[in-house]
């Protein structure tokens, strides 16, 4: 028997200016702001990832919502400021884009910019890098639509599933789509820039989150970065969206403003997201950069992200995600749909093999393919 949110206590699970007026325990056709869709939400039929046929509120949303705004991500200068940035090597942090910033990475290796402090960039949806370090800053497609589904009746999984690089998060109140941490300078040596949001474009012309909007500031404010979200109301104890899994997500603070204090591995807990409602299942987020679930407890719907784009993530062209071709995340599901095997059995295995620092032949071994059908797959067609 499959377990749903009235069993979760048997569980023991330890916009621009746009916040919700009225909160649902379960996304339903309201639930994404009018300024964000491109068509009006429906209630669909889906099947989920364990097999199971079920009903998803089904949004297709624009490019961007009207009422937002966007930037700045590549600073021009060492002498201007851009967006942010989660630095994962040497000194590791937040930081803003700044000189200081960017001349800490050369000292590390990484140059971004020339002689005269001209910071390299380059347009991911239109060009590729000239440079080996590169700040990307990609424009948006008008013509760009995407089509998010997302469980109407959440139901929790026999086990949570891990988030990784660019994993599908789920989809913002504001209609923005919301991903994991994008790619690393490390695996890639070129940054896929945050604006003080905690969002950017995709290769594929389209905005989405790296970060739960309403909530950044605190994270600011928390480790000492010099940054401001003044695109999306900060409210702590807001709704943020609703994850692929159907299940709420929330700024840091209980909606009394108290601190949750029983979250689980995921980041969620069983309790009132209102006075006088019933205790459900939802996420918060964190304190510190990425402010998103580490984890989800639900089960997905297939087929749940897609897009008109030309490239990037859920495109049919496929190749890449938040952060570029070439300059991304590979895309699991069109590289396990190549090699016949499981897109969940493939990220595991890279994972247990040392995530960017898998031994591929060991990989290949546990999926039993071949080393060369590997690799291929992982390039993809066009590399």
Known sequence: MHRNQTLLPALGLAASLFVPNVLSAHADEHSVQDAALASPSTIVECTLKNGDAAECVSYIVKYLPDNLEIGPFCPATLDDVGGIWHWDGDEAGLYRIDGDFLRMLDAQGYTFFNEAGEVYSFDIRVEGPTEANECIAGSVDPEVEMTVLIPANPMMADEPSSLETVSQVGIGLDGVPIFGDAPSVLDTGHMPAL?????HVDPGGWYHWHATATDVNGVYEATGVDAECVNVEQVQTAQFGYAFDGFAMFGTLNYDGSVPDDLDECGGHIALTEEGGEPVYHYHSGASFPNLPACLVGVVANDNFSTNAVGGLGSTNGQGGPGGPGGGAPDFDAIAETLGVDADLLRQTLENAGGR????????????????????AMLGPDR
């Open 357 to 376: 620092n898998a031994d591929l032949n060991e990989v290949a071994s546990t999926l039993d393919v071949t080393f060369d059908a590997l690799q291929s």
């Open 195 to 199: 604006d003080t949001c905690g969002g």
